[in-house]
């Protein structure tokens, strides 16, 4: 217990009790001002105070209420009265106390809440920029792998990243061959300054290129002019372009400038690094495909030259040998109308020399025809053929050969066959061809059969002649030019080589397909169409 207003500030401020009986007639600081110095203070502040006095005036009452107090007892004091009022404000302070920790609690609850929210909502809206991101990168990817154009390809790419990310500028540089200067070839920007075609010696720039060329981004603040005022730094950002997994070094980069005030996210950086990955495929696509294509200039180039040479050689060629064939059957029949006998060696000779002829004029006749088989293209007309009337005329050229060589020769043709559309004279060329080739493999005593038969969608020619085989690694060479399938030719008759050739080339202009099996031995060339309806004329 205090005696002074002085002692009970000290006593409150340590001991810090529950509620303070204060009379108001005290020495040296009164009730009244004692009651201020503890509202004042921090740490008593909120302890309840009740006034126990022999002042029973009304404004001594509002003035003990306005000083802080919760209650006033005038003397002469009723104890149970005291003790119930001492209990009561005991008790609302202990609510007062119970109910600002629980506010406190919630307060705390409600401020985790709110950060859970704004964590939550942050987390949605990078989430929300991630999928927005991996959507304009798809997009991207697509426009840039649907084109085969390198100039193309950068264009994209640096104005879809300024759209995209809402930069000041995007440029792309590359390097050249020695990756001493880095040029740039494609700008976007938003009223800055061109940039396009100047270059940078990378040894000017040693702490930029360096981790460049290391595959490493880099973002840092540059000044465009800096020879002026501060608005002209940028946040800038360089993307190297290369590509995963190859052991090919940086092509170039990928530059990006924005305000000062603004950074690249990770997001963002990734975003571009993944479209400078995308950008080193194509560009190693297209350069690709543009060398292929000045491949493919230099080889059609070369086969025009091919083309023209062997025109020109056929052209010279045939005319003497024409000559000399000529000049044999002259020969011939001079002896004949002088009745001269030939002794046989003039006659074997005579005979070799005819087979020459005949021969080098197969070979300068198939020559040219491969050399016009592309014009040949221009003049196909398609029409009906009734094959059970074609293919027996055809096979009768070859009757007489078959004979002299003991050859079976048998046509196979059903009578319900329908008709097949195609260009009557190339098909005759085929056969023909087709069946010579099997008249000089087929053995003595063997089988040659042409047939024809038909399914729901295909009609199918085959020319079938036993008793040879073709060595399966040969099967795959015999329509390449000037092949001949070694040790396979009974009759010794020879040949060019190009037959086979010419026949693929042919059935490729008819827009069918030849295929060869060679088993059980017994050989099949077929030739295969597809069908076509009456009703689509």
């Known amino acids: 217990m205090a005696q002074t207003g002085k002692s009970a500030l000290k006593i409150a401020e340590i001991a810090s009790p529950d509620l303070i009986l204060l009379d108001v007639l005290m020495p040296e600081l009164d009730g009244f001002a004692t009651s201020r110095c503890l509202k004042a203070q921090i740490a008593t502040r909120d302890i309840p105070i009740i006034f126990l006095t022999a002042l029973s005036e009304t404004n001594n009452k509002v003035k003990g209420f306005e000083v802080g107090g919760v209650d006033y007892i005038t003397k002469p004091i009723e104890q149970r009265e005291v003790l119930a009022r001492i209990q009561t404000h005991l008790s609302l302070q202990k609510m007062r106390q119970y109910l600002l920790t629980q506010n406190r609690k919630l307060k705390q609850e409600i401020d985790t809440r709110l950060q859970i929210e704004s964590k939550l909502q942050q987390r949605t809206s990078e989430l929300e920029q991630t999928l927005k991101y991996r959507e304009s990168i798809r997009r991207i990817q697509e426009k840039i792998r649907d084109s085969l154009d390198e100039n193309h390809i950068l264009q994209i790419a640096t104005q879809e990243l300024l759209k995209l990310l809402s930069v000041d500028s995007c440029q792309l540089e590359l390097y050249d061959a020695d990756k001493k200067i880095a040029t740039v070839i494609y700008e976007y920007s938003n009223g800055l300054p061109k940039s396009k075609s100047i270059s940078k010696k990378i040894e000017y720039f040693p702490e930029i290129y360096q981790q460049l060329l290391q595959k ?110 000529l000049s044999v059957e002259t020969l011939d029949k001079l002896f004949q109308q002088e009745g001269k006998q030939k002794s046989p060696l003039f006659t074997k000779v005579l005979g070799i020399f005819h087979q020459a002829c005949q021969r080098q004029k197969q070979l300068v006749d198939d020559l040219l025809s491969l050399c016009y088989i592309d014009a040949k293209a221009e003049v196909i007309v398609k029409e009906w053929i009734d094959l ?33 559309k ?39 020619l085959s020319i079938v002649n036993t008793g040879v085989e073709i060595p399966l690694e040969e099967q795959e060479r015999i329509f390449a030019q000037f092949y001949r399938i070694p040790n396979n030719d009974p009759w010794q008759h020879g040949g060019t080589g190009l037959g086979l050739t010419l026949v693929k080339k042919l059935v490729e202009l008819l827009d069918a397909s030849i295929e060869v099996e060679s088993k059980s031995n017994q050989t099949i060339f077929s030739v295969i169409f597809i069908r076509e309806g009456r009703e689509e004329e």
């Open 216 to 325: 490493i981004p880099l973002q840092l603040i540059t000044n465009l002019e800096p020879l002026n005022s501060d608005k002209n730094y940028f946040t800038s950002l360089a993307c190297p372009i290369f590509e995963n997994y190859s052991q090919e070094g940086v092509l170039g980069n990928l530059w990006l400038l924005r305000s000062p005030e603004q950074v690249f996210t990770k997001l963002e950086i990734e975003l571009v690094q993944q479209v400078a990955n995308q950008c080193a495929i194509a560009i190693r696509q297209a350069r690709l495909y543009e060398a292929a294509q000045q491949q493919v200039k230099e080889l059609e180039k070369l086969n025009r030259l091919k083309d023209d040479f062997l025109k020109t050689i056929s052209h010279e060629l045939r005319a003497p040998m024409s000559s000399l064939q």
């Open 422 to 460: 195609s260009d009557l004279s190339t098909l005759d060329r085929i056969l023909r061809e087709l069946l010579n080739n099997a008249c000089k493999y087929t053995p003595s005593g063997e089988t040659i059969t042409v047939s024809a038969q038909a399914t729901e969608t295909k009609i199918i």
């Open 388 to 420: 059970q009337i074609c293919i027996p005329e055809i096979a009768e050229l070859f009757l007489e050969q078959t004979q002299i060589q003991q050859q079976h020769l048998l046509i196979d043709v059903p009578p319900q066959l329908p008709q097949l």
